[in-house]
């Protein structure tokens, strides 16, 4: 719904992009089986009075991995959301060197302090073969976790294409 | 001034400066926010601060990202933005304004009220603002186009019908704000459906006055039928799956058979089901509401991950203390500051959005609030009535943050879907007496505390 | 070092009686006892980083202290549960006992250095016995636990859901909303004086006791191993002594608030219990199931628990003789 600005083509960050998008939009399924998760979770519950602690985690596993691998999708439709009082008038190339100049010294090291930290925070979670508090709940914490570093540099990844794609817009011309 | 709170003014005006370029909000935040935890250790070595600021103490914000993924009150967001959009596809808000338009077909600003009318319904049913406001345009901009309204009407009255689903129940503003203050989502859900309904008694009011007044802005159609049984029977036909899902999804959490979040999956599968009732429903549907789903709710979270690391850098720096120690020295009483913080949160709207301005200022502001002393009844049933009460009048302030220029998002939806003749300004004039309107329920919230409290009360007591 | 900042994350808020107010006591002891070249700056749960991410945040070095209790790590170390409180265990004095005069100090050290945590710990507090839980109805025999959702914390959730109960353990500022939502029906927090602060005498009638799951609660300040280092035999002697006092303090203070909100309560008609034999007895029938399976399934759970036990098993020569009986409530 968002599409409506399609960026330029540029044939190699085309193809990152798109192939992000078919990643990021297949495991954005999570949300229909969220649905069905929370329904069962009701019936259970108020139907034969007897909620699972586990089906109540696996709701927020759910969400969480549905937010952070649309992250890298919401980046290659450009929908993340924009002040753009005095963008829009802004000369198209403006706003390439701009886009250049956020992208290397905000969003770049924001992503990278995020990933190397989560590394350590993954590898202990592991080390300990960290589960839920909750007795009844579900084991192997460090694999929900780990979604925090492969959709940080699935970030990056589309980050890099956009990088791309402007340096190059930019050397056009266009 | 010390080293420190030059650093956090800094912080901020850096924020803004950089909002401007147009790169995108949440990005702006996360990457202050590491700037200035480099900036902080550098003011550690040369100047006289101790924030203890550096490169290790930034991973705090992978814990905080987890915390964000491992919430399950958050849950409900992509299920009601889910719902929101499948509503969208399922065709049932074009037969509702179809049918409501006949039944106040006669009444000078019949169809202004039936634009508000529908706003209130689809409020009550999700509260995804961009969704309401691109619908209410696409079916009513052209309607009242044709019968002569005048444009800043029209125009006025879809933007603020369409942001009134931030207020009315179930909202996703909220339920953050409940998490945010550790308030129960169950009272603000309550408490603000007397406030979003007076708000909404207001527009409709002003409207039929205008209409009274300037006789010319809002025209009786000329071909309006005369309401026969056979149209007040198509009204309900139409209207009534969409009332039932409202009725099931705010009953469900009313009478507390679900949790906000079980009700958020009630309402998505609810309004899926409706989908396949007016045959609408296909597998490029679905698909296009997942899409919808991950990319909306991916795009409002990034701002969460990126407002959570400006914010920790910002405490660390110590910005908490410095406006709250700003806020609670102001020589007002107790009614002067709750105003001066109202002022600056109208003041901060111009700019930013709800979101940020919820994680950002709200859990600052809830000790300052804590310590005044204004005495506020939650009828022994409200816990914490105080910040029941405050968080609504925020939350109302918020509400017009999507209506005031430069930076309001219901603008920005509405320019998106208009005719290309309409101009920002003409949609900038259209909000303003809505925006007074606002204004006018803000300071009845104030004085009126009761509209809030009375009916978690009733409620839960 | 000259002078030590201690960033310091708390679990409870510093509004809630005993769970939050012993750090603050903490915090301004510590200023003062130093002469200031100890200051502690203590930030709200959430604010900094919320409660249960406190044991990474501080092993990492990301803050340089935190204040916790070690049931939260449960779901990383199985053990930790045994340092924060352990069903029908030791009462205080018993407790404080094992650590301090017993080898339990050491095994709580030894508990974080072997799972790789670089954490230096001190019990920083003690609480007095928490209620047993707050339930819509009468519970007069096991089965009327059945197919309940309750909040329940630390070991004693494990023997709930023996019980056939459904547990959860979230935050406290949660519990209300969860409550009245009807997501749980029935929950445990703490002490009479802490959970009438969360209003939980609105929504559920039925108070029990006593509370056999939590006779005595540690809270534990954690440092990071290399900030510990870094101090001066001095600092960390002002360090512990605190922290000692702080448990004299915490006991004391825990002791005293409680009867008065009980009073109130049963003013406003809520239904103070006393668990009959046959739930008693249920209890620690699951419970000795449970600490048999936890023990058989981590090797450093069993040695802490064998220590404990052995601990306790002498104690009670002394225990049977030297206390009067004490009154029953019901
Ligand atoms: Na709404
Ligand atoms: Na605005």
């Not at chain 2, 490029?284 to 709710?297: C, E, F, M, R, S």
Request: contains cysteine; hydrophobic residues 50%.
């Amino acid at each position: 719904m968002h599409d409506n600005n399609k960026l330029p083509a540029v044939a190699l960050s085309d193809r990152i992009d798109s192939a992000i998008r078919r990643l990021t939009l297949g495991i954005g399924w999570c949300y229909v089986l969220l649905v069905l998760v929370i329904m069962l979770q009701v019936v259970l519950r108020k139907g034969f009075s007897h909620g699972l602690i586990a089906l109540e985690e696996l709701q927020w596993h759910l969400y969480a991995v549905g937010v952070m691998f649309g992250l890298a999708y919401a980046q290659t439709t450009d929908s993340h959301v924009r002040v753009d009082l005095f963008h829009a008038a802004f000369k198209t190339r403006t706003k390439r060197i701009i886009e250049i100049l956020g992208i290397l010294f905000l969003l770049l090291p924001f992503i990278a302090v995020i990933f190397i930290h989560s590394l350590d925070f993954v590898a202990d979670s592991w080390r300990i073969n960290e589960s839920s508090s909750a007795p009844s709940g579900l084991p192997w914490r460090w694999l929900i976790k780990s979604a925090i570093p492969l959709t940080m540099a699935l970030l990056a990844l589309a980050v890099l294409s956009r990088l791309y794609r402007e340096a190059v817009l930019l050397v056009r011309g266009e | 001034m010390e080293a420190n709170e030059i650093l956090v003014i800094a912080m901020f005006l850096s924020f803004i400066a950089l909002l401007f370029t147009g790169f995108p909000v949440a990005w702006v935040l996360g990457g202050i926010g590491i700037i200035f935890a480099f900036v902080g250790q550098w003011a550690d070595a040369n100047l006289d601060t101790f924030t203890g600021l550096d490169f290790l103490t930034l991973g705090l914000v992978v814990n905080r990202l987890w915390k964000i993924m491992d919430n399950w009150i958050l849950v409900a967001l992509p299920m009601f933005i889910f719902m929101g959009i499948m509503l969208d596809k399922s065709g049932v808000a074009e037969k509702l304004m179809h049918s409501m338009q006949e039944l106040f077909g006669r009444v000078r600003g019949g169809l202004a009220v039936t634009v508000t009318a529908i706003g209130i319904i689809l409020a009550a049913s999700t509260g995804i603002i961009g969704a309401s406001v691109v619908l209410l345009a696409v079916m009513s901009l052209p309607a009242m186009t044709r019968q002569g309204y005048a444009m800043p009407l029209a125009l006025g009255t879809i933007a603020s019908a369409g942001t009134l689903g931030i207020l009315i129940p179930p909202s996703i503003m909220l339920v953050i704000m409940a998490d945010q203050l550790a308030l129960s989502v169950g009272d603000l859900f309550m408490g603000a459906v007397a406030p979003g309904l007076m708000l909404g008694a207001l527009y409709i009011i002003y409207i039929l006055g205008y209409g009274l007044l300037r006789p010319a802005a809002a025209p009786v159609p000329a071909d309006a039928r005369p309401v026969t049984l056979a149209v007040l029977f198509n009204v309900l036909r139409a209207v009534l799956p969409t009332l039932l899902l409202i009725l099931v999804v705010l009953g469900s959490i009313f009478t507390g058979i679900a949790t906000p979040t079980e009700a958020s999956g009630v309402g998505a599968l609810g309004a899926t089901l409706l989908a396949v009732y007016n045959r609408k429903f296909s597998l490029q549907v679905l698909k296009d509401v997942v899409a919808g789903t991950t990319n909306t709710t991916a795009y409002i979270f990034a701002i969460f991950i990126g407002a959570s690391c400006f914010a920790l850098v910002l405490r660390e720096l110590g910005g908490d203390e410095l406006i709250e120690s700003f806020l609670t020295g102001l020589p007002f009483g107790p009614y002067g500051i709750i105003f001066f913080i109202l002022a600056v949160i109208f003041l901060l709207g111009f700019f930013l959005d709800w979101i940020e301005i919820t994680l950002i200022v709200l859990p600052l502001l809830a000790p300052v609030i804590s310590a005044l002393d204004i005495a506020i009844d939650g009828y022994g049933v409200v816990d914490n009535p105080q910040l029941v009460w405050f968080v609504m009048l925020v939350a109302m302030a918020l509400q017009t943050s999507f209506l005031t220029p430069p930076v309001g998002f219901a603008l920005f939806y509405l320019k998106g879907v208009c005719p290309p003749g309409v101009k920002l300004t003409e949609i900038y004039r259209g909000v303003i007496p809505f925006i007074v309107l606002q204004l006018i329920g803000l300071l009845v919230l104030v004085f009126v505390p009761e509209l809030v409290l009375w009916l978690p009360a009733k409620a839960y007591g | 070092a000259d002078k030590v900042l201690l960033k310091t994350p708390v679990a409870f808020g510093t509004n809630l009686p005993a769970l939050g107010t012993t750090i603050t006591w903490v915090a301004d002891h510590l200023d003062k006892v130093s002469d200031g070249r100890i200051r502690m700056k203590v930030y709200e749960p959430g604010k900094l980083v919320s409660p249960p991410e406190i044991l990474d945040a501080v092993s990492s070095g990301k803050v340089n202290s935190g204040y916790a209790t070690a049931g939260y790590w449960q779901g990383k170390i199985p053990a930790a549960a045994l340092f924060s409180a352990v069903p029908f265990g030791p009462e205080a004095g018993e407790y404080m006992a094992w650590l301090y005069y017993g080898n339990g100090l050491k095994l709580y050290q030894e508990m974080y250095d072997s799972a790789g945590y670089n954490v230096h710990v001190l019990p920083c507090a003690i609480l007095s016995p928490e209620t047993s839980g707050w339930f819509s109805k009468p519970i007069e025999k096991p089965e009327d636990l059945e197919g309940l959702n309750m909040r329940f914390f630390g070991l004693g959730a494990s023997v709930m859901e023996k019980l056939g109960v459904g547990t959860v353990q979230i935050p406290g500022g949660e519990i209300f909303g969860a409550l009245e939502k009807g997501a749980i029906d029935a929950t445990e927090f703490s002490q009479p004086a802490i959970d009438t602060r969360l209003g939980l005498n609105k929504i559920v009638k039925y108070n029990y006791f006593p509370g056999w799951h939590q006779q005595a609660t540690i809270f534990e300040l954690l440092i990071n191993k290399d900030t510990w280092g870094e101090m001066t035999p001095g600092q960390q002697a002002t360090l512990e002594t605190t922290c000692m006092a702080s448990v004299t303090n915490s006991i004391a203070e825990g002791e005293a608030m409680q009867f008065p909100v009980m009073a109130d309560a049963k003013k406003n008609g809520v239904e103070i219990r006393y668990w009959n034999q046959q739930m008693l007895d249920t209890f620690e029938e699951k419970w000795n199931e449970v600490v048999a399976e936890k023990s058989a399934e981590d090797p450093f759970f069993k040695k802490v628990w064998d220590d404990l036990s052995q601990f306790r098993a002498g104690y009670d020569l002394w225990e049977s003789n030297a206390f009067l009986p004490r009154k029953q409530a019901n």
